[in-house]
């Protein structure tokens, strides 16, 4: 037994030396991978490594040596591959990867972690943004900070320079260049900024360079100066600006209410939510319902910040047209186009040829339901309800609602709940097909049992029409050929983004 302990305390110490030279082999394959990527060179040398292999012969154990060679190679060139990514918590939604690839081809990763000091202590990247919860540990974590990161106090561009890591802040360029784009004036306007984090105190910092007449952050727990809770709201009704810097309605907090009623706000001109996933969230779903007010959402601030990150990756100046090509591209593409409509109104049939038209992936619910087990006719058929159908209904229609680029076509009833419309209207505009009711009763074939013959069809249209005239964003009498009608109604929704 002596002896057992004696040769495991020989293990012990072989494995001592072995880690160290671990560590220091790997802390120079992580320098050789930083040369490589800098200079444009190829991660993977497969002659360095079957030179390395061949020293192994002359060994006893020389098989097993170079089966952890092989490890050892897989493992070094994860450590050599420095990248660029973006980092936060619940992000795996983020187009981020989408727009460095299209402003200058970037290979761009996301990093979806709980373990911020991770990423930093490991220095394994060249450049990284950073966003929502870790800005302000991003702050505090750099060795030094460009002028806009000390103005803002904030940090959302880390970049590792001979493993020096500086902090900037793009949000407040793109932010600054968003008010320049869609000519938000601010000068003499009363400001709401709704949040106190981090992206708060940049969008204060690029609104004052446009010197408002007031600012006031609405927030959940007051901080600082002019500083108010969001359930005293109702005190800046005056105020012609309202801007949300919080996560409050995004992809990882869908939530289907603004945190406060805009009716009351009778001064208001420009709503701007930082969100971009929805594209739509309930402040701007909110906002567009009153006259005269502009919305704009997150999404240009986004490729505006990865534009200025880009920047600073490559440390080369860009064309700044970049931003306005991208923006109009994805401008154009992400909004689902949901066609609502009664039975019989073509949803499907004019769906799938947009969908070929624009290289969309098509979506038919009733058709999902139906895959499901939930259809209509086979819920009543074994005596469910309606009402267990809508149940179903509204819950894939949940499940669609953060789909982005898609055509989507609803069921006819499925407009008859609010939360329904508000979800489909996140990433989508809404077009009502809406063909003479004449046409409708030609293609009636008794297969819809909520309309299987034309005075029930005509009862359920008069039931539906002012559900419809609420719900829509575009009307399109289809009644001509079905090529001519998917035209008039990509006219119509180009028409509808662009105004």
Not at 83 to 90: C, D, I, M, R, S
Not at 200 to 228: F, G, S, W
Request: proline residues 3%; charged residues 25%; hydrophobic residues 35%.
């Amino acid at each position: 037994m002596s002896d057992l302990k004696y040769l495991r305390k020989q293990i012990d110490d072989q494995d001592e030396i072995i880690m160290k030279a671990l560590e220091k082999r790997l802390e120079i394959a992580r320098a050789i991978g930083k040369f490589k990527q800098e200079n444009k060179i190829e991660i993977t040398n497969s002659n360095r490594e079957l030179e390395i292999l061949k020293r192994c012969e002359n060994y006893q154990f020389s098989t097993h040596i170079k089966a952890i060679y092989q490890s050892i190679f897989s493992e070094s060139k994860k450590v050599q591959t420095q990248k660029y990514a973006l980092v936060g918590q619940n992000i795996n939604y983020s187009l981020s990867p989408t727009f460095h690839k299209e402003i200058v081809g970037l290979d761009y990763d996301i990093i979806d972690t709980d373990d911020f000091q991770s990423v930093i202590k490991s220095r394994n990247f060249l450049g990284i943004n950073v966003t929502i919860p870790f800005k302000t540990q991003a702050f505090e974590a750099v060795d030094e900070l460009s002028p806009e990161a000390i103005k803002t106090s904030g940090v959302n561009t880390i970049i590792n320079r001979n493993d020096k890591l500086i902090g900037y802040n793009t949000d407040y360029l793109a932010f600054k260049q968003l008010l320049k784009t869609f000519d938000v004036n601010i000068t003499n306007k009363k400001v709401i900024i709704i949040g106190n984090g981090a992206t708060a105190r940049t969008v204060k910092a690029a609104l004052k360079d446009h010197n408002p007449k007031a600012i006031i952050n609405l927030v959940r727990t007051i901080r600082n100066e002019n500083e108010a809770l969001i359930s005293q709201y109702k005190d800046f009704l005056d105020y012609e600006v309202i801007i949300n810097t919080t996560p409050y309605g995004s992809a990882s907090n869908f939530q289907l209410e603004p945190l406060f009623d805009l009716d009351d706000f009778y001064q208001l001109e420009t709503v701007i939510d930082v969100i971009y996933q929805p594209l739509n969230s309930p402040l701007l779903q909110s906002a567009k319902s009153k006259d005269e007010c502009r919305t704009i959402n997150g999404l240009y601030m986004l490729i505006a910040q990865a534009f200025y990150a880009d920047e600073l990756f490559l440390d080369a100046k860009l064309d700044p047209s970049i931003i306005d090509r991208v923006y109009q591209k994805y401008f154009q593409v992400l909004p689902n186009i949901v066609l609502i409509g009664m039975p019989y109104s073509g949803k499907t049939t004019i769906g799938k040829l947009i969908a070929k038209l624009t290289d969309r992936e098509f979506i038919d619910t009733d058709y999902l339901l139906a895959e499901r087990g939930q259809d209509l006719n086979k819920i009543l058929n074994s005596g469910g309800t309606i009402d267990r159908f809508r149940k179903y209904e509204s819950e894939l229609i949940k499940e669609l609602s953060l789909n982005q680029n898609k055509v989507i076509a609803t069921g006819g009833g499925s407009i008859l709940n609010p939360k329904n419309v508000e979800l489909l209207k996140a990433n989508g505009v809404l077009i009502w097909l809406s063909p003479s009711f004449e046409n409708l009763t030609n293609r009636t074939d008794g297969s819809r049992p909520l309309a299987k013959n034309t005075e029930e069809l005509e009862k359920l249209y008069l039931e539906r029409l002012s559900y419809y005239l609420t719900a829509k964003d575009i009307i399109v009498h289809n009644n001509g050929d079905i090529e001519d009608d998917a035209k008039k109604i990509l006219e119509k929704y180009y028409e509808y983004l662009n105004n």
